[in-house]
């Protein structure tokens, strides 16, 4: 592709040298001029009113997709036990099908699972797809990629969402690659474009610094990967769904891998993700001493301790414990922020909280633009105080 200027057209008002991304448009004698540092990337052809920037580039035509229809959840269980992401998926499943006029569908894969359809109906969605077979538990890639692949050529959805789990992200790619489209991964937010109509997913990008928003013209069904935590479910028991039965036809030959043995490794504390009070530490809390006085106050208010990455790698909490754009992401209903400056990697993963209290010395702390309460002081005196006034008289 090549790009000039038609010179008799240009009256030199630099709106094409605002949109080049590459500094490589200059304005000489009153009209523009391509320079060699051009990359023929093509922003700056719109930005021309008077068509004066050609192209010989043919623009990509967007297929018919007319015959993609539905909204999808991949429907992550273990042992029998629904992800939490999913119900969470389902729930942000219901607005995109509601604007886009489509059915939300969950796809369910494994042995002997009926009784969770029921659970997946309530949680919005309006037709499960079952696929049940020995050799779908417990999960392996293969195999359920293969049924997620054959259940999309078969019924051509415009929109599939998965949960940025661990079964999420090996699954994800896979199957993207098998039905040759793009995947946009741990999503924060996912809306559909009023014109284009086209799935917007938006995500953290250049090191959680800018938020990109993606959107797929060219393939479907869209497919997104968002991380549990970040969608709200919702329930209505009175919701009606259809079941469909799905054909397995697997081979175990063609699964490759066996499982021999499952563990589990034993937890110290409860998931963090599951906590309705959390009281996270930052650099601030200097040291072990300080993480034991947070402990108490959480001990008080029956909740959990968490921190930045920067504490989580000093190793004054576990690392399933960071919270953040590269940890977990958390909505507690309180949410009290000890010693955080509120980077926006660490605010990623903690500003859908319900009730943000934030204790900072800095009064100029980012924390406290997402704080419902911002404390002023040092953390040394507040939270012992906080402690010494729920502590019940004995
Ligand atoms: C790609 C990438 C991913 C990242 N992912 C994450 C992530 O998932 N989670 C995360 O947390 N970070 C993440 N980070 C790091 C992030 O940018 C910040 O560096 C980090 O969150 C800062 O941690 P902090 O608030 O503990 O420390 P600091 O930024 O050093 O803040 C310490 C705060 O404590 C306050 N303070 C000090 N002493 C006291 C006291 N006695 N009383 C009260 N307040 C006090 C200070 O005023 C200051 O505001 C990521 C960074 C990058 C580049």
Excluded at 4 to 22: H, K, T
Excluded at 226 to 246: L, Q
Excluded at 310 to 324: N, R, T
């Amino acid at each position: 592709m090549t790009v000039w200027i038609e010179s008799d057209l240009c009256d030199g008002c630099r709106r094409c040298v605002r949109a080049c991304p590459y500094d490589a448009i200059a304005i000489e004698d009153g009209k523009a001029n391509i320079l060699e540092r051009c990359t023929n990337c093509g922003a700056c052809l719109a930005e021309c009113k008077n068509r004066a920037i050609q192209s010989d580039a043919v623009p990509k035509e967007i297929p018919d997709f007319s015959d993609h229809e539905g909204v999808w959840v991949y429907a992550e269980q273990r042992d029998g036990v629904l992800a939490k992401v999913t119900l969470e998926l389902l729930g942000i499943a219901q607005e995109l099908g509601q604007e886009r006029r489509q059915k939300v569908s969950a796809v369910l894969i494994g042995d002997r699972l009926e009784n969770l359809t029921h659970d997946l109906i309530r949680h919005g969605a309006d037709q499960v797809f079952l696929a049940e077979d020995p050799c779908l538990q417990p999960y392996r890639t293969l195999a359920h990629v293969k049924i997620m692949e054959d259940l999309i050529n078969e019924h051509k959805p415009e929109i599939l969402l998965i949960g940025a789990t661990h079964i999420g992200r090996d699954l994800a790619p896979r199957l993207s690659r098998r039905v040759g489209v793009g995947l946009t991964a741990d999503c924060t937010a996912l809306s559909i474009d009023p014109e284009e109509k086209i799935l917007l997913q938006t995500r953290p990008a250049f090191g959680g610094n800018v938020m990109a928003t993606i959107a797929n013209r060219y393939s479907r069904p869209q497919m997104a990967t968002v991380r549990p935590g970040v969608m709200e479910a919702r329930t209505d028991e009175a919701k009606a769904g259809t079941i469909i039965h799905c054909e397995v036809q697997l081979d175990e030959a063609d699964i490759k891998t066996k499982v021999l043995e499952m563990f589990e490794e034993k937890r110290k504390h409860a998931p963090i993700t599951d906590s309705k009070v959390i009281v996270a530490g930052g650099r601030g809390v200097n040291g072990e001493a300080g993480f034991q006085m947070l402990r108490t106050l959480a001990d008080l208010l029956d909740g959990e301790v968490a921190g930045t990455r920067v504490v989580a790698e000093q190793g004054f909490v576990p690392a399933d414990c960071q919270v953040g754009q590269t940890g977990k992401t958390v909505r507690p209903e309180i949410y009290i922020a000890c010693g955080i400056s509120g980077a926006i990697q660490h605010r990623a993963g903690m500003m859908n909280s319900r009730f943000i209290i934030a204790i900072n010395k800095d009064p100029d702390a980012p924390i406290f633009k997402v704080a419902d309460w911002g404390i002023i002081g040092d953390l040394h005196d507040v939270v012992p105080e906080l402690v010494r006034q729920l502590t019940p008289a004995s």
